[in-house]
T-cell receptor, first 114, second 116 residues
Framework: AQKITQTQPGMFVQEKEAVTLDCTYD???????LFWYKQPSSGEMIFLIY??????QNATEGRYSLNFQKARKSANLVISASQLGDSAMYFC???????????FGAGTTVTVRA | NAGVTQTPKFRVLKTGQSMTLLCAQD?????MYWYRQDPGMGLRLIHY???????AKGEVPDGYNVSRLKKQNFLLGLESAAPSQTSVYFC???????????????FGAGSRLTVL
């Protein structure tokens, strides 16, 4: 069964607007972590934001925020004030179990329009 | 501060040939991972290691072998390459541990492998 589901293959957003990328996950482990990574066209994987399953508040990092809804098992990424440099593939990932390995979703391509 | 270095960055193989991808990290990380990335499928875990001398299978281990003889190096081997192994391979490492920061995987730049 798919552990991480990203249902939006691609999205367009106007510069300076906000965009929400959907991510749902499936786990029975009470302790887990949720991550978002960015992959620009150059190919490198860039860590953006982390949310632990026991964290009470939603994580924020600059223009990135994670909308964590534990009961719904969703961890959506919100990018505020989009910039042209935000055009990239975005991956949601989950860490569960003792070996700290991540399971990734299929990714969402974001294209920011001027 | 190099982080995670993968070599080679590009390689073209013929079916049946063998090769080894090298991953080296200079951050004294305990945990190391090999992923492959294919269009529409995200990153899938091939093998991983939780410390020097240890290896474990991930989600898609068939056709690959790994070794972790030294803490800083994690090698991924293809004994008899197949066209289905055409992919971009990423190595990653982390310290492990319970704090949120320690869980972050640091990735290498990727290695693009084509099997003809």
């Amino acid at each position: 069964a798919q552990k991480i589901t990203q249902t939006q293959p691609g999205m367009f957003v106007q510069e300076k607007e906000a965009v929400t990328l959907d991510c749902t996950y499936d786990t029975s482990d009470p302790s887990y972590g949720l991550f978002w990574y960015k992959q620009p066209s150059s190919g490198e994987m860039i860590f953006l934001i982390y949310q632990g399953s026991y964290d009470q508040q939603n994580a924020t990092e600059g223009r990135y925020s994670l909308n964590f809804q534990k009961a719904r098992k969703s961890a959506n990424l919100v990018i505020s004030a989009s910039q042209l440099g935000d055009s990239a593939m975005y991956f949601c990932a989950m860490r569960e179990g003792p070996d700290y390995k991540l399971s990734f979703g299929a990714g969402t391509t974001v294209t920011v329009r001027a | 501060n190099a982080g995670v270095t993968q070599t080679p960055k590009f390689r073209v193989l013929k079916t049946g040939q063998s090769m080894t991808l090298l991953c080296a990290q200079d951050m004294n990380h305990e945990y190391m991972y090999w992923y492959r990335q294919d269009p529409g499928m995200g990153l899938r875990l091939i093998h991983y290691s939780v410390g020097e001398g240890t290896t474990a299978k991930g989600e898609v281990p068939d056709g690959y072998n790994v070794s972790r003889l030294k803490k800083q190096n994690f090698l991924l081997g293809l004994e008899s390459a197949a066209p289905s192994q055409t992919s971009v391979y990423f190595c990653a490492s982390s310290t492990g541990g319970l704090s949120s920061g320690a869980n972050v995987l640091t990735f290498g730049a990727g290695s693009r492998l084509t099997v003809l």
